[in-house]
């Protein structure tokens, strides 16, 4: 039985679980998936990442030839079996008797939450896993202010402070971690598919709680051998160290400056930041012009930056410098 739906989201994982816990996303050739599995059609073997195979089979046990795939018009195609039932959830997911599909809408907030917003997001967290990092700011040696994060970057973060969100140094910002002094902080480092899977537990198979883009900033909360413990935009998981790059949660000297074009910022314009120095580097998100910007290193062609929540390159010939707004390194 084929069911055919047309989504105003992109596709974001397909598993579907047929016989033997297999799923098809190819129905010819051998594929890959994130998790190190090879799926090979040809063969009707799926092998997973540590060496057991299973034979990739339908409902009726006919090899292959269940599955879904993405056409070109957007619609996703679902192969099943003749009583299997596709219903779509509230939060954006199929979900199929034999498996499911997840899907993620592209957009994604580019601006600071208001209160409002991050409390309606605190409350989704709480409902999800329950627990939220407390964490305090560093008013001097001997006062700490409880305060709400909005997005943590590498050098400067954004909390609720006082009645209103304000920009503060990171290094700043206290929160209960068993990580080391070296790994208190880390960006998502996925240069190839440009996301890492926050999971439930330490394993490829746990539920996938979020999807993490290259280049964001997390907090670590315990490292393990394989597999970091970090707060994801207030939700908490287990992600892989190779997806990591871990940073020291120390004092940066930087500078501050903004978005610009020939210097200047005209309405309606907006420009790309980028995952690396590089003019084929990932495009990560568009930001309009006068966009606050945190400068932490730059030469004549890139600048490296913390722009909201990202850690993150952009043309240097993009940004510009408020004049006499620096932090010196202490």
Same mark, same amino acid.
């Given at each position: 039985?084929v069911?055919?739906?047309?989504?105003?989201?992109s596709?974001?994982?397909?598993?579907?679980?047929?016989?033997?816990?297999?799923?098809?996303?190819?129905?010819?050739?051998?594929?890959?998936d994130?998790?190190?599995?090879?799926?090979?059609?040809?063969?009707?073997?799926?092998?997973?990442?540590?060496g057991?195979?299973?034979?990739?089979?339908? +409902? &009726?046990?006919?090899s292959?030839?269940? #599955? !879904?795939?993405?056409?070109?018009? $957007?619609? *996703?195609?679902? @192969?099943?079996? /003749?009583? +299997? &039932?596709?219903?779509?959830n509230s939060? #954006? !997911?199929?979900?199929?008797?034999? $498996?499911? *599909?997840?899907? @993620?809408?592209? /957009?994604e907030? &580019?601006?600071?939450?208001?209160?409002?917003?991050?409390?309606?997001?605190m409350?989704?967290?709480?409902?999800?896993?329950?627990r /939220?990092?407390?964490t305090?700011?560093?008013?001097?040696?001997?006062?700490l202010?409880?305060?709400?994060?909005?997005?943590?970057g590498?050098?400067?973060?954004m909390?609720?402070?006082?009645?209103k969100?304000?920009?503060?140094?990171?290094?700043?910002?206290?929160?209960?971690?068993?990580?080391?002094?070296?790994?208190?902080?880390?960006?998502?480092?996925?240069?190839?598919?440009?996301?890492?899977?926050?999971?439930?537990?330490?394993?490829?198979?746990?539920?996938?709680?979020?999807?993490?883009?290259?280049?964001?900033?997390?907090?670590?909360?315990?490292?393990?051998?394989?597999w970091a413990?970090?707060?994801?935009n207030?939700l908490?998981?287990y992600?892989?160290?190779?997806?990591?790059?871990?940073?020291?949660?120390?004092?940066?000297?930087?500078?501050?400056?903004?978005?610009?074009?020939?210097?200047?910022t005209?309405?309606?314009?907006?420009?790309?930041?980028?995952?690396?120095?590089?003019?084929?580097?990932r495009?990560?998100?568009?930001?309009?012009?006068?966009?606050p910007?945190?400068?932490?290193?730059?030469?004549?062609?890139?600048?490296?930056i913390?722009?909201?929540?990202?850690?993150c390159?952009?043309?240097?010939?993009?940004?510009?410098?408020?004049?006499?707004?620096?932090?010196?390194?202490?």
């Amino acid at each position: 039985m084929v069911k055919k739906g047309k989504w105003m989201r992109s596709l974001l994982t397909a598993v579907l679980c047929f016989s033997l816990g297999a799923g098809a996303a190819a129905e010819t050739g051998t594929y890959t998936d994130e998790d190190g599995g090879v799926w090979d059609y040809d063969m009707g073997i799926y092998t997973d990442a540590d060496g057991n195979q299973y034979e990739i089979t339908d +409902d &009726s046990g006919n090899s292959y030839g269940s #599955g !879904s795939r993405q056409n070109a018009d $957007g619609s *996703i195609t679902i @192969v099943t079996g /003749e009583e +299997d &039932s596709v219903v779509q959830n509230s939060d #954006g !997911s199929i979900t199929v008797d034999s $498996g499911a *599909i997840q899907v @993620v809408d592209k /957009e994604e907030e &580019s601006k600071p939450l208001t209160y409002e917003e991050w409390q309606a997001r605190m409350d989704a967290i709480a409902d999800r896993n329950g627990r /939220e990092t407390e964490t305090f700011y560093r008013k001097s040696e001997k006062e700490l202010i409880p305060v709400s994060v909005v997005y943590v970057g590498l050098v400067r973060s954004m909390v609720h402070l006082n009645g209103k969100e304000q920009l503060v140094d990171t290094c700043d910002l206290v929160w209960d971690t068993e990580a080391p002094a070296e790994q208190l902080l880390a960006v998502i480092n996925a240069p190839k598919n440009g996301q890492a899977k926050l999971r439930a537990k330490t394993s490829t198979k746990s539920t996938v709680l979020d999807t993490c883009r290259t280049n964001r900033v997390v907090r670590v909360l315990k490292v393990g051998k394989t597999w970091a413990f970090v707060d994801h935009n207030g939700l908490r998981g287990y992600i892989q160290n190779t997806s990591l790059t871990f940073y020291p949660n120390e004092r940066h000297e930087y500078e501050t400056g903004y978005i610009s074009v020939k210097g200047k910022t005209p309405k309606g314009e907006t420009v790309y930041i980028r995952s690396a120095p590089k003019n084929n580097s990932r495009h990560l998100e568009q930001y309009p012009v006068a966009t606050p910007l945190t400068i932490v290193a730059s030469d004549a062609n890139w600048t490296e930056i913390d722009v909201e929540g990202w850690h993150c390159y952009i043309l240097s010939k993009y940004v510009s410098r408020y004049a006499g707004a620096s932090a010196a390194a202490e």
